[in-house]
């Protein structure tokens, strides 16, 4: 039986304006709960027979991420998983996620076969920055330090002289400005216009967003602080001013989860993508964790904060891409050299400031600042 579709608009910049993109993504199947259990035995023989490791995104379903944790893969950010996977005996990689973390892995690791268990999961950040597009908007502005989120396409970044992800773009934006480098950035608008107004920098902001994050309301997030004076709220940076404003925590997810265990709360409200709520209820056992709405004034319910593309990962088609050998991920050798150059600059960039952090004793007060540098 063909499997259902639906619509997706995004936001599809051009340039400094921004349009709609239209979109679609596959609707997953829904297994019975014994054809989940004999979904999963079949994948763990699978793993085994292909030397096979599963590295799965935050975002995936709950059950995905159990996989991942059972058979000695990792469930994490996109550029960790990309690090695990690099890092690890295993010869293949099956990477949970959606297309630009298979490209990060294969960028990092492209002596290993990739696969997925859908080419067609994207990312609406992804989808709205074509590389030509983005490409002629450098050319136009080549006084400017090109700095990309990971949530982009290879191509994307090997136009770049910097990639960044949530854990560290603001610290590597903040060392460009005092080095009077201006800054043209993209993809995700609230992210950069967060990380500008922290820093004072220059930055020419590409107009993209998450459609995940962009749904986020601060009317309703208002109101439901009322209704829970108690709980600390997290937000992601990807998610609207207005929404960030409200936050006692603002990073990315990994340092989100660290937030949820560390902080004195029982309760939180929680302004990402719903995926983490599995990984944070692990985490921190016997604490409340509550969506933060994205109903309200203004409403479409584009993704109701679960990525449709992250949805698209399921038991079914993890099986089916272990028993076939499909779904591989192949990046252009001269483009993976270019993208690995602004990605190993970001890593070393890291390295040297956890070991400034470190010598001067402030990661003691905030150890999990950069427990996880490299999050997205």
Not at 116 to 129: F, H, I, N, V, W
Not at 147 to 154: D, K, P
Not at 167 to 196: C, F, M, N, T
Not at 229 to 239: R, Y
């Amino acid at each position: 039986m063909e499997q259902a579709i639906k619509s997706v608009e995004y936001d599809r910049p051009q340039g400094l304006t921004c349009g709609i993109g239209q979109a679609w993504a596959k609707v997953p199947d829904t297994p019975s709960r014994e054809e989940k259990r004999a979904l999963k035995e079949r994948i763990r023989a699978l793993l085994v027979r292909e030397k096979a490791v599963l590295v799965a995104h935050y975002y995936v379903d709950a059950e995905l991420q159990e996989l991942a944790d059972e058979t000695g893969g990792c469930v994490a950010d996109s550029l960790e998983m990309a690090r695990f996977g690099r890092d690890h005996a295993a010869q293949t990689l099956v990477v949970a996620g959606v297309r630009f973390m298979g490209e990060t892995a294969k960028i990092l690791s492209p002596e290993k076969r990739v696969l997925m268990p859908d080419l067609d999961a994207t990312c609406s950040l992804d989808l709205g920055c074509p590389a030509d597009e983005f490409s002629a908007f450098c050319d136009a502005h080549p006084d400017r330090t090109v700095v990309v989120y990971a949530n982009t396409s290879a191509a994307v970044k090997a136009r770049a002289d910097w990639m960044v992800t949530s854990s560290i773009g603001l610290e590597i934006v903040a060392d460009l400005h005092a080095r009077g480098e201006k800054i043209l950035w993209a993809p995700d608008r609230h992210l950069g216009s967060y990380i500008q107004k922290k820093t004072d920098a220059d930055m020419l902001l590409w107009q993209g967003s998450c459609l995940v994050h962009d749904e986020f309301k601060g009317i309703e997030l208002d109101l439901l602080r009322a209704e829970y004076p108690d709980a600390k709220i997290l937000v992601h940076p990807e998610s609207p001013e207005g929404v960030v404003a409200l936050a006692d925590v603002v990073g990315s997810t990994t340092q989100l989860i660290d937030a949820a265990v560390k902080l004195d709360a029982k309760r939180f409200i929680v302004a990402t993508d719903l995926g983490i709520l599995h990984k944070m209820r692990l985490a921190a056992p016997g604490k409340e964790f509550i969506e933060a709405p994205t109903a309200g004034n203004s409403a479409s319910c584009k993704s109701c904060a679960h990525c449709p593309w992250m949805a698209m990962n399921g038991l079914t088609n993890l099986a089916a891409v272990l028993e076939r050998g499909n779904n591989e991920i192949f990046v252009d050798r001269a483009i993976g050299e270019r993208a690995r150059v602004p990605i190993d600059r970001m890593l070393d960039f890291a390295a040297r400031h956890k070991k400034r952090v470190q010598a001067s004793g402030d990661l003691a007060k905030d150890g999990s600042l950069f427990s996880n540098v490299g999050a997205a």
